[in-house]
């Protein structure tokens, strides 16, 4: 995931939505996206209804069992790769060269 170099820890939803569409790329249960992205429950709910209203994560049954699988569209990983293309443009945020005018 590119948004991981350069040892960043703070990341922006842009960033978080590109990990989960990451992560369900070939389908993933729930609690396996949340450890993934590293998100909370609540954190991670939000972002799924979101992404699921959106079109860009569908939920599916996994048979046989009852579970839900959450697989990334083609309108998800559309987003990907726009995601991947800019982040080649502009690399990664390096907090250091902002200049902020007191």
Known sequence: MPFLEGGRSNRGYIEIIYSILDASRDGALRTH?????N??????????QYLVDKSLL???RAPPSSKLV?????????????YEELFELVGPRDPSNLKVKA
């Open 39 to 48: 998100l909370n429950s609540r954190q991670l709910q939000e972002y799924l």
């Open 58 to 60: 569908k939920r599916e």
């Open 33 to 37: 996206i949340m450890f993934k992205c």
């Open 70 to 82: 959450y697989r990334t569209t083609e309108i998800g990983r559309k987003y990907m790769k726009a």
